[in-house]
């Protein structure tokens, strides 16, 4: 399904609110894990956080990002 965008979008609406936040999060942490995030990236989050509900701020994404590259811990929490 994660190969598959618009299959991934799909099935994303089919779940538990619970289960959204917690694809978002994996979702954010695999877009920075090598370091950089692509323009499709940034559209799937923007894409699937509108799905879920979620107000979209990229410069969260881009904080996670430098820390990363910092070598610090990564943590955030994403909005009601």
Known sequence: VIDDTHLFLS???NLNPIEKRIIL???VYCSIIDG???YREKELLA?????????FEFKTVKRLLHQFRS???LEFDLPE
Not at 47 to 55: D, K, N, P, Q, T
């Open 11 to 13: 099935d994303l609406r």
């Open 36 to 38: 950089r995030i692509t």
């Open 25 to 27: 999060q994996m979702l």
């Open 71 to 73: 070598g610090n811990l």
């Open 47 to 55: 894409s699937a956080y509108e799905i879920c509900g979620i107000h």
